[in-house]
């Protein structure tokens, strides 16, 4: 249990601060001694009311014309994975995202270093909001997602509130799904509820953290959450 809750306490503290790479730093660490069915519900259920407090906190920043587009590419994503993953190689799939999301944050790294903003093209978001819907619906990782809202909002502010709404609708669609199917199960609340505490002030902590740190760099920690996202996919599936 005391991995758990470590997992918890790391994952939520990351969520209050950068507004995502929860689920990959959960998995990460419990992952070498528990099954992903075990893993995935517990901790879609501890980060479901992390990203409405955290939207309604960004409520202000929200932007309709970002979240909702890219609400409808993750649960569009999710309709064609349910075959796609029947048929596909998921590892060799993973590991080319994990390099794709590094070279983004690395882009995304370089432009943070200019004094100018440059514009974005039009071409290459659609492309990388495509994708990042894809990924975060098919395999509910959702660093490339964090990618493309970063290259389409102004602060941090903007950031965690357009991602926590987009997560919201994808965690509503999945908690929906997993019940009917039974993947949540009453052990599976029963455990979310005991690490609902951690989760709680791992949360806490994160947005303090956020508020004491400087906009520039609290944008850089987001980047190099980026970087480490698409590490850590490849690494998980050599």
Not at 105 to 113: A, D, F, I, Q, V
Not at 212 to 235: A, C, N, P, T, Y
Request: glycine share 10%.
């Amino acid at each position: 249990m005391i991995w758990w809750i470590i997992a918890a306490l790391c994952a939520f503290f990351v969520k209050g601060l950068c507004g995502f790479a929860n689920t990959l730093i959960f998995t990460t660490i419990l992952s070498f001694g528990n099954s992903n069915i075990n893993i995935t519900p517990v901790e879609l259920i501890l980060g479901y009311p992390t990203n409405a407090i955290m939207a309604w906190k960004e409520r202000k920043s929200i932007k309709l014309s970002v979240c909702i587009p890219l609400a409808v590419l993750v649960l569009a994503g999710s309709i064609p994975g349910m075959f796609f993953l029947k048929t596909a190689d998921t590892r060799l799939i993973k590991i080319l995202f994990g390099f794709v999301i590094i070279f983004i944050g690395m882009e995304m790294l370089y432009r943070e270093k200019q004094h100018q903003k440059r514009r974005q093209s039009k071409t290459i978001l659609g492309i990388i909001g495509i994708l990042s819907g894809i990924l975060c619906g098919v395999y509910g990782v959702g660093a490339l997602l964090g990618a493309y809202v970063g290259r389409v909002t102004e602060d941090s502010h903007a950031f965690k509130g357009n991602i926590c709404m987009v997560f919201l609708a994808e965690s509503t669609f999945r908690v929906i799904v997993y019940t009917m199917t039974g993947i949540i199960t009453v052990e599976t609340l029963k455990q979310a509820v005991v690490l609902m505490p951690v989760m709680l002030l791992g949360l806490f902590l994160g947005m303090k953290s956020g508020k004491i740190l400087d906009e520039k760099i609290v944008r850089k920690i987001v980047i190099i959450m980026l970087v480490i996202s698409g590490g850590s996919l490849i690494l998980a599936n050599l």
